[in-house]
């Protein structure tokens, strides 16, 4: 039995999870759910974001299904899904951008860099500590690498013209890519962002540290219709958490209008990892077949409200299961 905490976090993480969750539950009765509140709304009403007991729950859990989490600008408030992702030490953030004629991952390391959290602030100036490590490349070069084995090659983004540290990950990337045999070059991340949108057809899988994944990757939801589509996964070794690549989107949270589907795949991308592909690429299936009949929300020049959307899916999901 698969059991799974639901963090829906903050804005239209509250509109986006419930449909992603009704929607494996449609085609799984047998997971169990529990809820787990993480995030701003609960920093303001009880001072804290993020419990030690949260951390219990969500490593009890076999997977977390995560809406987004709001960030204010204030200096005492520290990112909580940059805890999570250190403490349930989730290295790799695989985000895949699927359309015609491309079919793209990203790898994006996800515990250190210019995320490290090492930050302080002094009169005149703020510093962050931008850290590489040796273990933390090999790991996140290792995972690349094994998808790109399947695949076809990989492309290391980087700026070690600039960046001493990311001499080592360059480094460390193409030595990994030449012992799993796999055929690798890199690219600085600046011209690499706009030679992906391109021409996406020319990448398959791209390994890169933390900051640059996060820019890449939300510059790449481009290709497919915007941030409302697409999905990412965090992996470590022993937890695994699933969530759509955008934020608390407070600019549209609450009107029953933001896209559900990058929660939904980022649902399908869970049971994937649980071993279940047969349900992931069903739903992934019938959320084509939604789209292809006109259903669509807002972003993607619909009129559909978020629930109408999951609705359709979980329709189209009984027509596909049981005709
Ligand atoms: P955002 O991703 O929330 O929104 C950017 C733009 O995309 C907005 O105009 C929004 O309306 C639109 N958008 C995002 N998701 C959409 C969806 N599903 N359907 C339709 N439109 C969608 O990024 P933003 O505005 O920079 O950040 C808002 C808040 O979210 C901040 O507090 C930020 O810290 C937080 N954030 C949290 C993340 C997480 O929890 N993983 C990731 C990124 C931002
Ligand atoms: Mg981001």
């Given at each position: 039995?698969?059991?799974?905490?639901?963090?829906?976090?903050?804005?239209?993480?509250?509109?986006?999870?419930?449909?992603?969750?009704?929607?494996?539950?449609?085609?799984?009765?047998?997971?169990?759910?529990?809820?787990?509140?993480?995030?701003?709304?609960?920093?303001?009403?009880?001072?804290?974001?993020?419990g030690?007991?949260?951390?219990?729950?969500?490593?009890?859990?076999?997977?977390?299904?995560?809406?987004?989490?709001?960030?204010?600008?204030?200096?005492?408030?520290?990112?909580?899904?940059?805890?999570?992702?250190?403490?349930?030490?989730?290295?790799?953030?695989?985000?895949?951008?699927?359309?015609?004629?491309?079919?793209?991952?990203?790898?994006?390391?996800?515990?250190?860099?210019?995320?490290?959290?090492?930050?302080?602030?002094?009169p005149?100036?703020?510093?962050?500590?931008?850290?590489?490590?040796?273990?933390?490349?090999?790991?996140?070069a290792?995972?690349?690498?094994?998808?790109?084995?399947?695949?076809?090659?990989?492309?290391?983004?980087?700026?070690?013209?600039?960046?001493?540290?990311?001499?080592?990950?360059?480094?460390?990337?193409?030595?990994?890519?030449?012992?799993a045999?796999?055929?690798?070059?890199?690219?600085?991340?600046?011209?690499?962002?706009?030679d992906?949108?391109?021409?996406?057809?020319?990448?398959?899988?791209?390994?890169?540290?933390?900051?640059?994944?996060?820019?890449?990757?939300?510059?790449?939801?481009?290709?497919?219709?915007?941030?409302?589509?697409l999905?990412?996964?965090?992996?470590?070794?022993?937890?695994?958490?699933?969530?759509?690549?955008?934020?608390?989107?407070?600019?549209?949270?609450?009107?029953?209008?933001?896209?559900?589907?990058a929660?939904?795949?980022?649902?399908?991308?869970?049971?994937?990892?649980?071993?279940?592909?047969?349900?992931?690429?069903?739903?992934?299936?019938?959320?084509?077949?939604?789209?292809?009949?006109g259903?669509?929300?807002?972003?993607?020049?619909?009129?559909?409200?978020?629930?109408?959307?999951?609705?359709?899916?979980?329709?189209?999901?009984?027509?596909?299961?049981?005709?």
């Open positions: 039995m698969l059991r799974i905490a639901v963090v829906e976090g903050d804005g239209i993480g509250h509109e986006v999870i419930p449909v992603a969750r009704d929607v494996l539950a449609a085609v799984r009765p047998d997971i169990e759910f529990f809820d787990v509140e993480v995030g701003y709304g609960r920093w303001e009403r009880t001072g804290s974001a993020c030690s007991e949260t951390m219990r729950e969500l490593r009890s859990a076999d997977a977390v299904l995560f809406g987004a989490v709001t960030t204010p600008p204030d200096p005492d408030y520290r990112s909580v899904l940059q805890t999570i992702r250190r403490e349930l030490d989730l290295y790799a953030n695989i985000r895949p951008i699927e359309g015609e004629d491309f079919d793209i991952v990203i790898v994006r390391e996800n515990t250190e860099g210019l995320y490290s959290g090492i930050e302080w602030t002094e005149d100036r703020a510093c962050t500590l931008r850290v590489v490590s040796r273990r933390g490349s090999e790991r996140i290792r995972c690349a690498c094994m998808l790109a084995k399947r695949r076809r090659h990989l492309v290391i983004g980087n700026k070690a013209n600039v960046l001493k540290s990311d001499l080592l990950f360059v480094e460390i990337c193409r030595r990994e890519a030449e012992r045999g796999v055929p690798c070059r890199s690219h600085y991340i600046d011209a690499l962002c706009l992906v949108l391109m021409h996406p057809q020319h990448y398959d899988v791209i390994v890169t540290t933390n900051m640059f994944g996060d820019i890449l990757s939300d510059a790449a939801a481009y290709l497919v219709g915007g941030l409302g589509m999905p990412s996964a965090n992996i470590g070794e022993r937890h695994a958490l699933f969530e759509p690549v955008h934020g608390s989107a407070p600019d549209i949270a609450g009107k029953n209008i933001a896209n559900p589907i929660a939904i795949r980022s649902a399908a991308m869970l049971l994937r990892h649980a071993g279940d592909s047969g349900h992931a690429a069903a739903i992934e299936a019938a959320v084509r077949t939604a789209v292809a009949k259903i669509a929300t807002p972003d993607l020049g619909g009129t559909a409200g978020t629930r109408e959307f999951g609705d359709a899916v979980i329709r189209e999901l009984s027509i596909a299961l049981h005709p």
